[in-house]
């Protein structure tokens, strides 16, 4: 990874980190139903824009299918998993499960026609950040709601297949044109659900509330997702992944800021092992093997 790309990484980091705060703050006002419609919607106007004036395109004739995929994997099913699952379940706990995608793309990969070879040094990596968020997170998921946490089980592999998606069948997509789009799609399922089910709020929300959707939406989710689309030609969507390390600390630190909570000397050891353990796993470059005919034909 160039250095251009690990600032990228790590304001990836940073942007996926800070939400489980603010969603944590919205749905205390707002249905998780609308808490998708709003996040999404505002994400695609912001967006929307920026791809006409960049002239950046998608063949949607070609491409509807896996954009389709994308968006309902890595948008339409996970957040409104993790909306609902962060109403009943600590803040912490979906910190510490996410963690686990890039074991389970590991998994998904070998679906997907992907051959990881990773070093003994990556594996240590990963072995050091795990540990490294569970110190952080310091959470006993099997004492949680068992269907809040069923739910986030749900967001980890819908997190885990987009990457997937984009690199087997979007390929060089311009980052701009499928975050815009995806957020676009996402939009239009959210908003009639929205209404259909009476999720729309009876009265205005309060500041903190709005802030929230607003750095959600621009921040956590337009912004977000071109890193992310960008990152994952750059790394590849295993790699890519490994970000839900670092989510941890920065979801730890943002809770201190916005929610005061304290911060714990398990906090502090587990910010120095995800950072090690992240610096191991991305040291050598995993080679990955080639696509077979039938596989490549399958691609295009």
Same mark, same amino acid.
């Given at each position: 990874m160039s250095p251009r790309s690990i600032l990228l990484f790590l304001a990836l980091?940073?942007?996926?980190?800070?939400?489980?705060?603010?969603?944590?703050?919205?749905?205390?006002?707002?249905d998780p139903l609308m808490l998708c419609?709003?996040? +999404?919607?505002?994400?695609?106007?912001?967006?929307?824009?920026?791809?006409?004036?960049?002239? &950046?395109?998608? &063949?949607?004739r070609r491409q509807w299918k896996p954009l389709l995929a994308y968006t309902v994997?890595? %948008?339409v099913v996970?957040?409104?998993?993790?909306?609902? #699952?962060?109403?009943? /379940?600590?803040?912490? +706990?979906p910190g510490l499960m /996410?963690?686990?995608?890039? /074991?389970?793309? /590991?998994?998904?990969?070998?679906?997907?026609?992907?051959?990881?070879?990773?070093?003994?040094?990556?594996?240590?990596?990963?072995?050091?950040?795990? %540990?490294?968020?569970?110190?952080?997170?310091?959470?006993?998921? #099997?004492?949680?709601?068992?269907?809040?946490? #069923?739910?986030?089980?749900?967001?980890v592999l819908g997190y885990a297949v987009g990457p997937?998606?984009?690199?087997?069948? *979007?390929p060089g997509a311009s980052g701009v044109a499928v975050a815009a789009a995806s957020m676009a799609v996402a939009a239009v399922v959210y908003g009639p659900l929205t209404f259909a089910t009476g999720s729309w709020p009876d009265r205005w929300p309060s500041t903190p509330v709005i802030l929230?959707?607003?750095?959600?939406? %621009?921040?956590?989710?337009?912004?977000?997702?071109?890193?992310?689309?960008?990152?994952?030609?750059? *790394?590849?969507?295993?790699?890519v992944t490994t970000v839900t390390y670092l989510n941890p600390v920065v979801a730890v630190l943002t809770g201190i800021v916005l929610l005061r909570e304290q911060l714990t000397i398990g906090a502090v050891l587990g910010f120095v092992l995800v950072t090690a353990g992240a610096i191991l796993f991305g040291r050598r470059a995993a080679r990955v093997a080639p696509l077979t005919p039938v596989e490549a034909g399958t691609a295009r």
């Open positions: 980091g940073v942007f996926w980190g800070i939400p489980y705060a603010l969603i944590k703050i919205s749905v205390g006002e707002l419609f709003a996040r +999404t919607a505002i994400a695609a106007i912001v967006l929307i824009p920026i791809a006409l004036v960049r002239k &950046d395109r998608i &063949d949607l994997a890595e %948008i996970p957040w409104f998993f993790l909306n609902t #699952a962060e109403t009943k /379940l600590p803040s912490s +706990t /996410l963690a686990s995608i890039p /074991l389970v793309s /590991l998994a998904i990969g070998v679906l997907f026609g992907r051959r990881e070879r990773l070093s003994p040094l990556n594996w240590v990596g990963i072995l050091i950040s795990t %540990i490294g968020v569970v110190s952080i997170v310091g959470v006993n998921v #099997a004492g949680s709601d068992p269907a809040s946490v #069923a739910a986030v089980g749900i967001v997937m998606v984009l690199s087997r069948w *979007m929230s959707v607003l750095i959600l939406a %621009i921040v956590c989710s337009a912004a977000a997702f071109i890193l992310l689309v960008h990152l994952t030609s750059v *790394m590849g969507p295993m790699r």
